[in-house]
């Protein structure tokens, strides 16, 4: 993790700031004054400023933006990772709150709090997520109906959740869901003889995608959303 990063992270500082408080030559690292942004930390290190020891405290909450080609696991063999995009210590603790498709951009959730990311996953808390989806085809009349009563999935035992569908193009929609069934999007308009084009997250619960953040890029998240999962 790189040493700006760590501060920012510590001291709830900006990158600038980070670099402001490098600069003034009282940042200690394993007993040297170290002042290179993009010095190496590790989970080993000793850092040190003003005095203070500084460690990365509590659990970690996460949004990336996560850019298509790239997959939400810790290895694959064909495709890169997400993980590639964060520099953080302690990698190996962290975890994907719900996966997206490798196709599929927009707002991924990462963590090391086992019990916040199962409120995210698990059917039985129904946390929303919405998708903007583009199809092939136009959205016919009745769709908004079908995916309210719920869809019949290929090879699957019974309806989906009912689902809310939202027309915003003759081609566009937003669709919130309350299941994470595997390729679940894909596969409901491919039920109803659609086929989906493009598929980007915007929303989990009520932590909807931070629009500042660019491809690949990513911020730890507030409090406030944080404590959204447990409402």
């Given at each position: 993790?790189?040493?700006?990063?760590?501060?920012?992270?510590?001291?709830?500082?900006?990158r600038?700031?980070a670099?402001?408080?490098?600069?003034?030559?009282?940042v200690?690292?394993?007993?040297?004054?170290e002042?290179r942004?993009?010095?190496?930390?590790?989970?080993?290190?000793v850092?040190?400023?003003q005095?203070?020891?500084?460690?990365?405290?509590?659990?970690?909450?996460?949004?990336?933006?996560?850019?298509?080609?790239?997959?939400?696991s810790?290895?694959d063999?064909?495709?890169p990772?997400?993980?590639?995009?964060?520099?953080?210590?302690?990698?190996?603790?962290?975890?994907?709150?719900?996966?997206?498709?490798?196709?599929?951009?927009?707002?991924?959730?990462?963590?090391?709090?086992?019990?916040?990311?199962?409120r995210?996953?698990?059917?039985?808390?129904?946390c929303?997520?919405?998708?903007?989806v583009?199809?092939?085809?136009?959205?016919?009349?009745?769709?908004?109906?079908?995916?309210?009563?719920?869809?019949?999935?290929?090879?699957?035992?019974?309806l989906?959740?009912?689902?809310?569908?939202?027309?915003?193009?003759?081609?566009?929609?937003?669709?919130?869901?309350?299941?994470?069934?595997?390729h679940?999007?894909?596969?409901?308009?491919?039920?109803?003889?659609?086929?989906?084009?493009?598929?980007?997250?915007?929303?989990?619960?009520?932590?909807?995608?931070?629009?500042?953040?660019?491809?690949?890029e990513?911020?730890?998240?507030?409090?406030?959303?944080?404590?959204?999962?447990?409402?």
């Amino acid at each position: 993790m790189r040493l700006d990063k760590f501060l920012c992270d510590t001291l709830g500082v900006t990158r600038k700031e980070a670099h402001q408080i490098l600069r003034s030559k009282q940042v200690i690292v394993d007993g040297a004054m170290e002042k290179r942004a993009a010095s190496h930390v590790t989970e080993e290190s000793v850092v040190e400023w003003q005095g203070n020891q500084l460690k990365l405290s509590g659990p970690r909450y996460i949004m990336l933006y996560k850019p298509e080609g790239f997959v939400c696991s810790h290895e694959d063999g064909t495709n890169p990772t997400a993980f590639e995009l964060i520099d953080e210590i302690k990698m190996d603790r962290l975890h994907f709150a719900g996966r997206l498709d490798v196709d599929t951009t927009g707002l991924v959730l990462i963590t090391d709090d086992g019990q916040w990311s199962h409120r995210i996953t698990s059917p039985k808390h129904k946390c929303e997520k919405t998708y903007r989806v583009w199809l092939d085809e136009p959205v016919e009349e009745d769709y908004v109906e079908k995916f309210k009563q719920g869809i019949q999935l290929k090879s699957e035992d019974g309806l989906t959740l009912p689902a809310h569908l939202d027309v915003r193009a003759e081609k566009e929609v937003l669709l919130t869901i309350h299941e994470g069934k595997y390729h679940q999007v894909k596969r409901m308009f491919a039920a109803l003889g659609n086929r989906v084009e493009a598929l980007h997250r915007e929303k989990i619960g009520e932590i909807e995608m931070d629009e500042s953040l660019e491809l690949g890029e990513y911020r730890y998240l507030t409090e406030e959303e944080v404590n959204s999962i447990w409402k």
